[in-house]
């Protein structure tokens, strides 16, 4: 579980599919401070891979990523 690495914010996406756990997690990244840790639930598998696409485009930290029961969550430290 991502749960070991503390984290400032969460984002519900789970039941959204692309693009939207992205576009709603751009969303609540504008709104908080660089360094603060964002966690991303989502069940969407293309989540994975848009995730880390994410990170490396937008150079957010992506700090872990983890899979259960077909749940994915996802942490990221704002730049």
Sequence with gaps: MTTAIAHDFELDARGLNCPLPIL???KVLNGMNSGKVLKIMATDPGSVRDFQAFSRQTGN???AASE???EFHFLLRKK
């Design 68 to 70: 259960s029961g077909g």
């Design 61 to 63: 930290d992506l700090l």
């Design 24 to 26: 709603r997690t751009k």
